[in-house]
């Protein structure tokens, strides 16, 4: 079993930075290599889960929404415990709850790189409010 757990959520104005960080732990027993990729999505209230950004935590690959592309970055910690989003530039419709979702590349669900089915694991999620 895999637990996340998002922090660096806040307030911003526009024009503004963040770093959002994704804690992975395991249980003792967890297969190793148990979570590849990891991503980050958003969900703005009345709308869609919306997939922001991904990360081979064995390639270290990555893949950016176009909304984002160019503003944000997606990384990882050299253990693969952390994955970390460095949001610049943020715009008032950036505004949403963050969450950072994991895959079991054992699986059997897979709908795509940016399409939240595909994730087995979800943390709680941290938000974000960027003002005008």
């Known amino acids: 079993q895999v637990q996340l757990v998002e922090s660096g959520g806040g307030s911003v104005q526009a024009g503004g930075s963040l770093r959002l960080s994704c804690a992975a732990s395991?249980?003792?027993?967890?297969?190793?290599?148990?979570?590849?990729?990891m991503a980050w999505f958003r969900q703005a209230p009345g709308r869609e889960r919306e997939g922001v950004a991904v990360?081979?935590?064995?390639?270290?690959?990555?893949y950016y929404a176009d909304s984002v592309k160019g503003r944000f970055t997606i990384s990882q910690d050299n253990a693969g415990n952390t994955v970390y989003l460095q949001m610049n530039n943020l715009k008032p419709e950036d505004t949403a709850m963050y969450y950072c979702?994991?895959?079991?590349?054992?699986?059997?669900?897979?709908?795509?790189?940016?399409?939240?089915?595909?994730?087995?694991?979800w943390g709680q999620g941290t938000q974000v409010t960027v003002s005008s």
């Open positions: 990360i081979g935590t064995s390639t270290g690959s990555t």
């Open positions: 979702a994991a895959r079991d590349p054992m699986s059997n669900l897979w709908a795509g790189r940016l399409h939240a089915t595909s994730y087995n694991y």
């Open positions: 395991r249980s003792t027993y967890s297969r190793k290599d148990d979570i590849d990729p």
